[in-house]
């Protein structure tokens, strides 16, 4: 039964990266509430799958020309610093204190989501 748990898993947040939308909102509250790794663990192994998702998913926007690369450079250098910093952040805090960090990320998600939602909606009316 578990290995069902972690194909949907693997299944649903590849799909949900590969649309951009960010797959670790599915990956990391199935590994944790119905596989029962750690809140840690969840984080590395969402960042490791993330890697793979990411770069087929650079290649097929690439070939359907939907990759913009100017000021390219002026991106990547503080993702790439700030990714470390996170990363070495979320390594000396205690797992308690991520889940729950990860969790206000995802209700700002949602309420963000619903806010765009309710936008759209009123522009739509409007025309």
């Given amino acids: 039964m578990a290995f069902l748990i ?3 898993a693997g ?6 990266g590969g649309m951009g939308m960010g797959g670790g909102t599915i990956m990391i509250p199935a590994l944790t509430v119905f596989c029962g790794v750690g809140q840690h663990a969840a984080q590395v192994t969402n ?12 290649a097929v926007h690439k070939k359907q020309g939907l990759v913009c690369t100017d000021g390219l450079l002026s991106l990547i250098i503080p993702a790439v610093i700030t990714s470390v910093a ?14 729950r960090l990860f969790g206000a990320f995802l209700v700002a998600l949602a309420v963000h ?7 759209s ?4 009316n409007k025309t």
């Fill in 6 to 8: 972690y194909a949907a």
């Fill in 11 to 16: 299944f649903l947040s590849g799909l949900l």
């Fill in 47 to 58: 960042l490791i799958s993330f890697l793979p998702m990411a770069a087929f998913s650079l």
């Fill in 86 to 99: 996170g990363g070495l952040i979320a390594l000396i805090l205690p797992a308690d204190v991520l889940r």
């Fill in 113 to 119: 989501g619903g806010l765009q939602l309710i936008a």
């Fill in 121 to 124: 909606v009123k522009r739509r």
